[in-house]
Nanobody
Framework: QVQLVESGGGLVQPGGSLRLSCAAS????????LDWYRQAPGKLRELVAA???????NYVDSVKGRFTISRDNAKKMVYLQMNSLKPEDTAVYYC?????????????????WGQGTQVTVSS
């Protein structure tokens, strides 16, 4: 069974940095697109950053120039480097991936979510 596990969240002061990690495990053939979402209290979940299988990236305007998404295909990892953090970045951050995995004797592609990691930016 495929699982995504995030880590790296915590409490940081405004202007500080955090690096989130997301590890994929299971009978994985290929990790396709990888995304980071976030959800603040009382708000809808929003797409923060995305990276394709060939490394093309995209960001929501509010984090451009401050956040960087990257991936390590060999380690089945995706990262989100967050710099110059602001109080409005406070949210639970979720990893999302489209993964092709072995299911018995066949292959299947599906979307998976991690459990989320809390990021709090406060003085």
């Amino acid at each position: 069974q495929v699982q995504l596990v995030e880590s790296g969240g915590g409490l940081v002061q405004p202007g500080g940095s955090l690096r989130l990690s997301c590890a994929a495990s299971g009978r994985i053939l290929r990790i396709n697109a990888l995304d980071w979402y976030r959800q603040a209290p009382g708000k809808l979940r929003e797409l923060v950053a995305a990276i394709t299988s060939v490394g093309s990236t995209n960001y929501v305007d509010s984090v451009k120039g401050r956040f960087t998404i990257s991936r390590d295909n060999a380690k089945k990892m995706v990262y989100l480097q967050m710099n110059s953090l602001k109080p409005e970045d406070t949210a639970v951050y979720y990893c999302n991936a489209n993964i092709t995995s072995y299911t018995g004797s066949s292959l299947a592609s599906d979307g998976y979510w991690g459990q989320g990691t809390q990021v709090t930016v406060s003085s």
